[in-house]
């Protein structure tokens, strides 16, 4: 008996961890996801309620409808932050992955101190928007920055005057953006152009293409997937641009650059106007929807047909 | 920050749980207080506020939230929320009356009659802190918005020696210095700064057009002649601000403007403790009231004040009889302002001891005219004159006005009109 008593718990102990192995993952996975998960669920149920009640400095109940909604939409904010969100993104999204790839094709010539570049230009990704936003301010500036710089090595009629100019200074925010963002779109596309099988290239080698033309016609088009993801990554990035703004130029000069996150902080914490703040925010949120719901339904259709 | 001891703290919370032990400890009254107020000259103050506070036995319990004041606002929205508001917070103008419905106050009355306060007080600023007929809130300190400084170097230059009293003298001075070089109007890239300049030409052209239009959001008054000719004003004044500035406040202009390369600055009676604290002295600028065609005293109003919130505990209630009044003694308030550099709330305050600058000499004085002309008004762009979402809409409209240069000033005020309907 005793021995039987042996083997039972021989053939026991790998059960017992392999119930562990099996089920450790899971431990370490689901708690964090329904967690935050939850936060995301529960928060944006909270403000699509909030956004249909009367809510003013605290939330109360009540049901107005789509009177929050047809007021925010009315507003001349609303119409200047969301033009300037199409500005924005299309310039945003194009001038960063372009520099972006420039970089990365650069880098990806295998020169000397390639860690030293690469974490150079990554850098201004470490740092945070409202920083960004300050250091540019200061450059941006005619009275202290690049235009005064300028003027005074003599060219006196030098003029780089955007960050007070109405309808120019929504593309400082673009310059400032893509500064800070196109260490990360290179950092993406080197690890796409690295991930391109050696033997085609040396294939298109052999057979007489120059460098140029093998980046054009052999490189580049197999990089489709990566190129769309940063994009969408740069969109989503655009539509939530907030701190960027508020250092950079506060929503001026006027209301010139104000953009959809300011306003609903606008509504939400300056004006005291929960209601209005929660409905700014749920046509933010769609605005998000529209960019991520096609690129989510374009991969999952790429993953079937593949 | 004010050092608290851990006993303390402990000894505090143990009170607010347990009503009995309060009772017992009731001995010493505590105050628990909210402010923005953290640094320079207004946390220095607000420290000298709480010694003056301890000396008169009370236990001093602040904890500023630096930074804007929404962000204090934030704070004290999740503390009412929490069920645990302060027993007094900073809040000033008509969201007193906004914030009082939503949590309980402190009906102050017995104690305001009690140091027969309100004979000292203007009209227009009791009734923010009165909104439904009973006391709330006590007002600390006032400022004047419609102030003009004038560079010495720069009206030196185009040979001027006197403030302008006109806005017809103050455009002929401006185009003056500015055909000679000088950038006339030193001013901040920020949107209240802009709005704060409509309201001082709008007040400087009639102040009852002003109430009207602005305090009583009056339709007929809104698309007037005056509020007209206060856009067109304002026009005159955007063509001469300086044309770097950029989201910055008017105050990194203080070097340039003493140097006189700037000649004017229309700002509140703070902009005095702005320069001298950038190291200049008095007479390296004049400083007066801003143009006022009417030729009578006007004052634009801007106050902070302190709401007072409901609590259980009895110490906490007794501190908050001892801040009231303590913060109604004319002693009290002159500290306060010899801090900060504003003018103490009570018209029966002698500024004519040592201590005073001129400016907040000229400032008290016009406050005791204007009150006999009946020209006190509040101010748009500090939040004295409408609740946030009102003011927050018109400002939209001025700071736009002041940046576009297509906007013509009859549009503008059409839009104003507009922006007022659409927010209320």
């Known amino acids: 008996m005793p021995r039987d008593d042996f083997a039972e718990r ?124 300050t250091i540019w301010s200061w450059l941006l500036n005619p009275g202290i920055g690049i235009q005064r710089l300028v003027q005074g090595w003599g060219w006196t009629g030098f003029r780089f005057d955007w960050l007070v100019d109405r309808d120019m200074a929504i593309y400082t925010l673009v310059i400032a953006g893509a500064w800070q963002a196109a260490g990360f779109a290179m950092a993406l596309f080197l690890a796409g152009l690295r991930s391109v099988d050696g033997e085609i290239i040396k294939a298109a080698q052999i057979d007489g293409a120059g460098a140029w033309r093998i980046y054009r016609r052999v490189v580049l088009p197999t990089m489709g997937p990566i190129v769309l993801a940063v994009m969408v990554i740069l969109l989503q990035m655009a539509i939530k641009t907030f701190d960027l703004v508020r250092a950079l130029t506060g929503g001026g000069p006027g209301i010139a650059t104000n953009m959809p996150a300011t306003v609903v902080y606008d509504f939400m914490f300056q004006r005291g106007q929960i209601g209005r703040g929660a409905a700014a925010a749920m046509l933010m949120l769609l605005a998000l929807v529209v960019v991520i719901v096609p690129y989510q339904l374009y991969q999952r259709w790429r993953g079937r047909s593949a | ?34 402010t923005q107020w953290s640094a320079g000259s207004d946390g220095a103050a607000i420290t000298a506020l709480g010694k003056l506070f301890e000396q008169n036995g009370g236990i001093w319990q602040h904890s500023p939230v630096p930074g804007f004041t929404t962000d204090m606002m934030n704070k004290l929205r999740a503390e009412i929320m929490a069920g645990d508001p302060p027993a007094a917070s900073q809040l000033k103008g008509p969201e007193i009356a906004a914030w009082s419905k939503i949590a309980p106050t402190v009906d102050l009355d017995g104690v305001v009659a009690a140091a027969g306060y309100e004979a000292f007080v203007a009209p227009e600023l009791a009734a923010l802190h009165k909104p439904y007929g009973h006391w709330i809130a006590l007002p600390l300190q006032l400022y004047r918005i419609n102030t003009l400084f004038a560079s010495k170097k720069a009206m030196d230059k185009v040979g001027a020696t006197k403030l302008p009293g006109t806005w017809a003298e103050f455009n002929d001075l401006a185009g003056k210095m500015k055909a000679a070089g000088i950038i006339p109007l030193a001013n901040g890239g920020i949107r209240w700064d802009d709005g704060m300049k409509w309201e001082i030409a709008l007040n400087g052209i009639s102040p009852a057009a002003y109430r009207k239009a602005v305090m009583e959001l009056d339709t007929d008054a809104l698309m007037g002649p005056e509020v007209l000719a206060a856009f067109e004003q304002t026009r005159k004044l955007a063509d001469w601000m300086n044309p770097s500035i950029a989201a910055q406040s008017w105050s990194v202009q203080v070097a340039p403007f003493i140097r006189g390369e700037m000649g004017m600055v229309l700002m509140g009676g703070w902009a005095q403790g702005n320069i001298i604290n950038g190291g200049f002295t008095f007479a390296d600028f004049l400083s007066g009231p801003a143009p006022q065609d009417n030729g009578r005293a006007s004052y634009i109003m801007n106050a902070d004040a302190f709401i007072f919130w409901q609590q259980k505990a009895a110490d906490l209630q007794a501190g908050q009889q001892l801040f009231a009044k303590l913060i109604m003694q004319l002693p009290t308030q002159e500290m306060y302002s010899h801090i900060t550099g504003s003018i103490p709330v009570r018209t029966d305050a002698d500024l004519s001891g040592t201590g005073w600058s001129d400016a907040q000499r000229s400032s008290a004085q016009g406050l005791k005219d204007a009150v006999k002309e009946k020209q006190v008004v509040l101010s748009l762009a500090h939040n004295m004159a409408q609740p946030n979402p009102i003011t927050a809409a018109m400002i939209d409209v001025l700071t736009e006005f002041v940046h576009n240069k297509d906007l013509q000033p009859k549009e503008a005020q059409q839009r104003l009109a507009d922006a007022i309907d659409s927010a209320r």
């Open chain 2, 1 to 34: 920050m004010v050092d608290l001891s851990r006993r303390a703290v402990l000894a505090g919370s143990a009170a607010v749980a347990i009503p009995g032990v309060a009772r017992a400890q009731a001995g010493k009254p505590r105050l628990t207080m909210i």
């Open chain 1, 10 to 133: 021989v053939r026991e102990a790998p059960r017992r961890r392999r119930f562990w192995d099996a089920i450790l993952p899971a431990l370490a996975i689901w708690p964090p996801l329904i967690l935050s998960a939850g936060h995301v669920v529960v928060f944006t149920l909270w403000t699509a309620w909030l956004s249909f009640t009367p809510s003013t400095l605290l939330p109360e109940a009540g049901y107005v409808g789509w009177h929050n909604y047809t007021n925010v939409m009315g507003t001349r904010n609303f119409h200047v932050a969301y033009v300037n969100l199409v500005i924005f993104g299309v310039c945003f999204v194009v001038a960063t992955s372009a520099l972006g790839l420039l970089l990365a094709i650069l880098l990806d010539q295998r020169v000397r101190g390639e860690n030293v570049f690469r974490t150079i230009f990554l850098y201004p990704m470490a740092i945070s928007f409202v920083v960004t936003g």
